[in-house]
């Protein structure tokens, strides 16, 4: 409740925005990476206290073209700022970063939550405050490459962060970040949930690959 400078009263409502995509269920063919169980598919896999993935870590199992389903939470550190605010990264394959940061309320720039890492920004940020838990569903099909090595189809990829599209179809330039540095594969490969030393948290965790 409060007042108008008029002396009117009114009263405010809070809103809190939530994933829609939150708990989605592994399909019957999928690869469950996490449930909260165990961090066997992950090395080196390590849990919080709660039950909860840590960052720092890569699959097991290789993937070349897959769905995907991640929840994350990015921590609250208000005297932090830039790439300090809950930095991590979903790498595909270990080459293409979908970045994590606590962009809540920012722009949606080529750095910040849901880029491509410094290839393209967001359509739009979806970016929910943190502590919240958030959700990236994604399609991805790796880059093809040719006999002599030579790329014959970028990789592609869709995104969904918090249920609404910020990627459809994007043709990736080539790998982001450090990963630039290597020659472009076509996989398969780890994924990667990358280690900034922040404290990301992450859980429901499945891949569906794709024949």
């Not at 108008?4 to 708990?23: C, F, I, Y």
């Not at 405050?129 to 991805?140: A, M």
């Not at 969904?160 to 990963?179: F, M």
Request: hydrophobic fraction near 40%; glycine fraction near 10%.
């Amino acid at each position: 409740m409060g007042e108008t400078g008029e002396g009117e009263r009114v009263l405010l409502r809070r809103a809190q925005r939530v994933s829609p995509a939150l708990g989605a269920k592994a399909p019957a063919r999928a690869v469950v990476l996490f449930d909260g169980a165990s961090v066997d598919e992950w090395e080196p896999g390590a849990k919080t206290e709660a039950g909860l993935l840590l960052h720092g870590c890569r699959t097991r199992k290789l993937f070349r073209d897959f769905a995907m389903h991640l929840e994350f939470r990015v921590p609250f550190r208000p005297a932090a700022r830039g790439q300090q605010r809950g930095n991590s990264g979903v790498y595909l394959l270990g080459e293409y970063e979908l970045q994590i940061l606590d962009s809540f309320g920012l722009t949606g720039a080529p750095n910040e939550c849901g880029a491509l890492y410094r290839q393209k920004a967001p359509g739009v940020n979806m970016c929910l405050p943190p502590l919240s838990w958030q959700t990236f569903d994604l399609e991805f099909r790796a880059a093809r490459l040719g006999a002599n090595g030579e790329k014959t189809e970028p990789a592609r990829i869709t995104v969904r962060h918090n249920g609404v599209v910020i990627h459809q179809d994007v043709r990736l330039a080539g790998p982001t970040g450090g990963a630039a540095r290597r020659p472009e594969t076509a996989g398969p490969a780890a994924i990667l949930l990358r280690n900034h030393r922040n404290p990301v948290h992450f859980r429901n965790i499945w891949v569906e690959e794709k024949a």
